[in-house]
């Protein structure tokens, strides 16, 4: 299996507060993503990196900001969060931006 | 209108039988698709590449008609262990993106 954790792998927060989720590869993987998980609608890009300090958008990055300081860790932040961002999300790596995708464990975000 | 469409299921077969599932996709310049299997409250897991040409590995047959744009999943005697919810991924080049469908469930019963 592809070295990659995620923390933390479950968190109950209230609107409002900040949320940082992490992602952590020992891959050395150039690619890794930020994905939500929610029914109905399958995974969904939020943002992706290309490199260290190479971040771009997916489609619904709203509410969302990302950094990526080191090659192995890749962080989520969720400056306020809301109700609506009760979710599954889910960190994946890539060697390529053509290739398999490797995911994470997920990590359970639940707003009150 | 979603880049990539699948039919949710679910889709319940019998132990033994043949399953195919369908995916559709929009855009004509998606160049790189794949299947995925995700089991209930786990992460997904490439189960195969789809190439042009057709591909089989094992049970599993995945085939891509570009000019109809779908790839489709043939599981052919099924087991227990395939239940599960199987997703259909597609890339385009520019962009970096991958893009998911929302997956169509699969229970093998007894």
């Known amino acids: 299996d592809a070295g990659i954790t995620q923390s933390p792998r479950h968190k109950v927060t209230e609107t409002g507060t900040p949320v940082t989720l992490r992602c952590h590869q020992t891959e050395n993987h150039r690619y890794m993503y930020w994905y939500r998980q929610d029914p109905g609608h399958g995974l969904r890009l939020i943002h992706y990196s290309y490199g260290v300090k190479d971040t771009d958008k997916g489609e619904v990055s709203d509410g969302y900001s990302v950094s990526r300081s080191k090659t192995e860790d890749f962080l989520l932040t969720l400056e306020s969060a809301t109700s609506s961002q009760t979710s599954v999300y889910f960190c994946a790596i890539s060697e390529s931006n053509t290739g398999e995708l490797f995911f994470g464990e997920g990590s359970r975000l639940t707003v009150l | 209108r979603k880049e990539v469409e699948q039919d949710p299921g679910p889709f319940n077969v019998p132990e033994g039988a043949t399953v195919a599932f369908n995916c559709t996709y929009s855009n004509s310049a998606s160049q790189s698709f794949f299947w995925y299997r995700q089991d209930c409250r786990k992460e997904p897991k490439l189960l195969m590449s789809v190439y042009s040409s057709g591909n089989e590995d094992g049970r599993f047959t995945a085939q891509l008609n570009r000019a109809s744009q779908y790839i489709s999943l043939l599981i052919r005697d099924s087991k227990l262990s395939d239940s599960a919810t199987y997703l259909c991924?597609?890339?385009?080049?520019?962009?970096?993106?991958?893009?998911f469908g929302t997956g169509t469930s699969l229970t093998v019963i007894p």
């Open positions: 991924v597609v890339n385009m080049y520019t962009g970096n993106q991958f893009y």
